[in-house]
């Protein structure tokens, strides 16, 4: 089974997987996505860039997805659709994918969506940070058979770790 960490933005389901990544000591692949705030401007607000996981982040016009700016997103579809194929090269055994985190941005990018969820029908193990918002990608994401939702919050995210860390593992095989 996947590991879906669920929750609002800022309650820390990026940093519980960095943490977790870090105790497992396993290749990464996938991606991360980023909002670069010190990068902002006042017409579009901050770029949100996608990035290989486990690489440098090096913000290019082809890896930028979107802006938010006050809160609201204007995504660039194509942008997710372009690093669709990135999600379905070959994977290394032993490794774990990384999807940080899934959200609303990309929830109408077809190629992309469809490549997540063909991920999450294989067997290499994912860790994913997964929006606790309604859209019909988020919740088939969530709803996803071969998938296991922790719900990230404040208040329980330090003892939601050990729990995280030892589900992971058993889907590691160690």
């Not at 309650?11 to 010190?38: A, N, W």
């Amino acid at each position: 089974m996947h590991t879906l960490i669920v929750g609002a933005r800022g309650v820390g389901k990026s940093t519980m997987i960095r943490r977790v990544l870090q105790e497992i000591d396993r290749p990464v692949f996938g991606f991360e996505t980023c909002k670069e705030e010190d990068l902002a401007d006042e017409v579009h607000g901050s770029p949100v860039y996608i990035y290989e996981a486990g690489q440098p982040h090096l913000q290019t016009q082809e890896n930028l997805v979107g802006h938010c700016r006050d809160h609201h997103s204007q995504p660039d579809k194509a942008a997710f659709d372009r690093f669709a194929p990135k999600l379905s090269v070959p994977v290394d055994a032993g490794s774990i994918i990384v999807l940080d985190e899934l959200g609303f941005m990309e929830s109408g990018a077809e190629t992309f969506c469809a490549a997540v969820m063909s991920l999450l029908d294989g067997p290499i193990p994912v860790i994913a940070a997964v929006k606790d918002k309604d859209t019909p990608f988020l919740m088939a994401v969530r709803a996803h058979h071969n998938c296991r939702c922790f719900f990230i919050d404040e208040e329980n995210r330090d003892e939601l770790y050990s729990a995280v860390v030892e589900f992971v593992q058993q889907q590691m095989g160690g």
